[in-house]
């Protein structure tokens, strides 16, 4: 009985197993169909072969490819490891920060002074510097051999600004971060005053029954109450032009300055500097 | 010996020795060497993006091999498509284009016997290619392609067959 193709062809492939290749390798010694076939087969596998994409076809796309390969990808991983070894967290970087400012300026005013009369307010500054998240110590010395040893603790950096300030260095304390830290800075929290803000109250005004007025029906109505039930006469200032500033306070009472008449007052503006009985409630009165 | 995909000795060291099976893959499914190269170099990308760690060399090129063909397939597939549209709209066949490498080459029957692979089914061209260009045994291309040994001796064969019948049609076969 005669191979079929399938069998040559796995045989030829290598990949036929034993005894199987040993029984077709002893049937084509005599078999001459099986080995026609055989060797139409083996040149056809060598045909396909011979198409094979060659080594020299591809060199340039393959230097092409690994120089992309190095730029984009090899260098982004270096970048990453040296991001990674540098990244800390922002609250320990920035204690870190502020006291190598620190340091640097107290280094700039010591070897500036070095001469004169050293000053041992901070010679050695060394601080433990509590931070929310992790308790660093950030211990800096002074290349000065001054004896004492003074924490950062005893000092604010408003005192030793000042410090510095009063020797006569200029100091700029900037913090630089590439994103906006939303955490808060505990070494710096404290000195820092912040300004109150100045809420101005708005004022409510009611008409006669009681009911509270819109700033439309305010500018419309004559008479204003306040919340109690008491009438309120409303003040219209009008700038003056800036040279009759002096001269209305200077040659007139401010009880007579027309513009600061009330138009809603039934009383009309009073003309006489020497207002004796000036009606009550008229807020032209000083 | 491990293989980290992101590791720069270890990336270097499979890009050396894969390059040439997966290039020749992409292809020999192809034949288009820009879109071959395109398609190397993605897949070197995606292995070096993932981050992934074989616990061999070899399987590290199986995975590789296993992307560059699955790349080379959707495209071959979307040029195909492309090739469809443009052929309805001018409603005439159009001519076998040769590249420039292939005229290079200059051995008929080596082009010959690329054109003829172009005309086999996808199933049968890819285990041809992984058989026949990538000096991978039936076990391993069952692996890379997740189906039986069995399949892929059936497919091979079946493979040959076709482009034996192809090649006669060219009058190229029997070159001796």
Known sequence: MCLDDQVLSTYIDGELAEPWKTQVEEHLLHCTICKSRFNQLKDLGNDIKSARLREEEFTVQRDRIWQYLEKNCVAVVKERFIEKRLSFKAPVFVAAAAAFAILFSAGIYFAANSNKDIIPEIPVVSGQVDTETSNSIVAVRATDSAPAAMSLQDLTIEEILQLLDDRGFEVDLSLKSVEPLTVSLPVIDTPIDVMEEVVEEEEVYYDQEGTQLTVEEIELSETLYDVEGNEVLLEIIEIAPEEAVPETLLEESPSADPVSADPVSENPPVENPVSENPPEGNPAAP | ?176
């Open chain 2, 1 to 176: 010996m491990e293989v980290k995909s992101s590791g720069y000795e270890s990336f270097k060291q499979v890009y050396k020795e894969v390059f040439p099976v997966i290039m020749r893959v992409a292809y020999h499914v192809t034949y288009n060497m820009d879109a071959s190269e395109d398609i190397c170099q993605e897949a070197f990308i995606r292995f070096f993006d993932r981050g992934l760690i074989f616990p061999s060399i070899d399987e590290a090129k199986y995975w590789l091999i296993r992307v560059t063909k699955n790349l080379s397939i959707n495209y071959v597939k979307r040029k195909g498509r492309e090739k469809v549209a443009v052929d309805k709209i001018k409603k005439q066949p159009l001519p076998a284009a040769k590249t420039g490498e292939e005229t290079v080459i200059g051995n008929e029957t080596c082009e010959m016997v690329r054109q003829a692979i172009q005309l086999l089914p996808e199933k049968l061209r890819a285990v041809l290619v992984l058989k026949e260009y990538s000096d991978l045994n039936y076990k391993e291309i069952a692996n890379i392609l997740n189906i039986t040994e069995s399949n892929v001796k059936v497919r091979v064969h079946r493979a040959k067959l076709q482009l034996e019948k192809l090649l006669k049609q060219e009058g190229v076969h029997v070159s001796r």
